[in-house]
């Protein structure tokens, strides 16, 4: 907010408000055929999300992973990557006389310069890809899925101190309801032992917790931010970008393990099974569907379609045992 020094009247900053006015623009004229394609959206992500965690689950042996869980990050960014450039390639072909090509060196360079910001989520949502397969060594699916839903209220609180969302006191108390709910729910079901750190399991949820919370929430909100205030960049440029940032940091990661633990971790096919081929693919589907969301639509509808996901996440657990 801005206040007047003389009349102490006070206005909507010009910088936030710049920041939607294309996205404000496009709303005002969204079709009916676009709102029922993001109820179709809605709907695959709500499969692909909650079927995540059990595609997880099914790639664990004897309580472990076989495989580099960086190497399926790594190798779902590279699919991104890879549908990112076919999307180019297809929109190129078809483009308008007149039209600049997308794939013109001065339009990637320029799309490249406008688009830096897209690396903060980019890191932010590597650490989190990886949170998602820790967070299995200590709980199950369905609380996975449970626990996830937390990032709904700490992104209702990004988004109104970082984008000056605003909310209605129903929607503060749904959130605020949705809180004491998980937390009730998982006080009776906290694990018991000792991490490999020796802390004791139970304060090694709590940590994890903690961070695989805040850490996917502000990348949303970063995402959202970066995606919405370049709006007039093709979705598929910020998409290449996006995901071209994600596979960097994930093979650094990689890298790094490698120096720790030696050259054979460089191996990232080893250890994989069909379960992880299928998680690869989801993860990838998944993370191309949120980047419309957050271009298109906003970051709480998103998280609201993956806390819908919950039970679609229940349900498959049951076939799991």
């Given at each position: 907010m801005i206040e007047c020094s003389v009349c102490h009247s006070k206005i909507a900053s010009p910088i936030s408000k710049a920041?939607?006015?294309?996205?404000?623009?496009?709303?005002?004229?969204?079709?009916?055929k676009t709102r029922i394609l993001n109820v179709l959206l809605v709907g695959g992500d709500c499969v692909l999300v909650g079927f995540q965690p059990i595609l997880v689950y099914m790639s664990k042996v004897d309580g472990g992973f076989k495989f580099s869980p960086i190497s399926v990050n790594f190798l779902t960014e590279v699919t991104k990557v890879i549908f990112a450039i076919i999307m180019l390639l297809f929109q190129a072909?078809?483009?308008?006389?007149?039209?600049?090509?997308?794939?013109?060196?001065?339009?990637?360079?320029?799309?490249?310069?406008?688009?830096?910001?897209?690396?903060?989520?980019?890191?932010?949502?590597?650490?989190?890809?990886?949170?998602?397969?820790?967070?299995?060594?200590?709980?199950?699916?369905?609380?996975?899925?449970?626990?996830?839903?937390?990032?709904?209220?700490?992104?209702?609180?990004?988004?109104k101190m970082i984008m000056k969302r605003r909310f209605s006191i129903i929607q503060w108390e749904a959130l605020a309801l949705l809180l004491i709910g998980i937390s009730v729910n998982q006080l009776q079901s906290l694990p018991e032992g000792m991490t490999s750190f020796g802390l004791p399991v139970a304060t090694g949820a709590y940590l994890y917790t903690l961070i695989f919370v805040s850490v996917p929430s502000l990348a949303s909100v970063f995402n959202e931010y970066a995606l919405k205030s370049q709006f007039e960049t093709s979705i598929y440029h910020q998409n290449l970008?996006?995901?071209?940032?994600?596979?960097?940091?994930?093979?650094?990661?990689?890298?790094?393990?490698?120096?720790?633990?030696?050259?054979?971790?460089?191996?990232?096919?080893?250890?994989?099974?069909?379960?992880?081929?299928?998680?690869?693919?989801?993860?990838?589907?998944q993370g191309i569907l949120s980047s419309f969301f957050f271009k298109y639509a906003d970051t709480i509808l998103k998280k609201y379609s993956s806390t819908i996901a919950t039970i679609f996440t229940v349900f498959f657990s049951t076939f799991e045992g």
């Open positions: 920041i939607s006015r294309a996205y404000d623009g496009h709303r005002s004229h969204v079709s009916s072909r078809h483009k308008k006389v007149g039209e600049k090509s997308l794939l013109s060196i001065s339009t990637l360079v320029q799309a490249a310069r406008s688009n830096l910001l897209l690396a903060v989520p980019a890191l932010l949502y590597a650490i989190n890809n990886y949170l998602k397969f820790i967070m299995q060594l200590y709980f199950n699916p369905a609380t996975v899925k449970m626990l996830s839903n937390l990032k709904v209220l700490v992104i209702a609180i990004l988004l970008f996006l995901y071209g940032y994600g596979a960097i940091f994930n093979f650094l990661a990689i890298l790094g393990t490698a120096i720790f633990k030696g050259p054979s971790t460089l191996d990232i096919m080893r250890g994989h099974s069909k379960a992880t081929v299928l998680l690869i693919c989801n993860n990838a589907s």
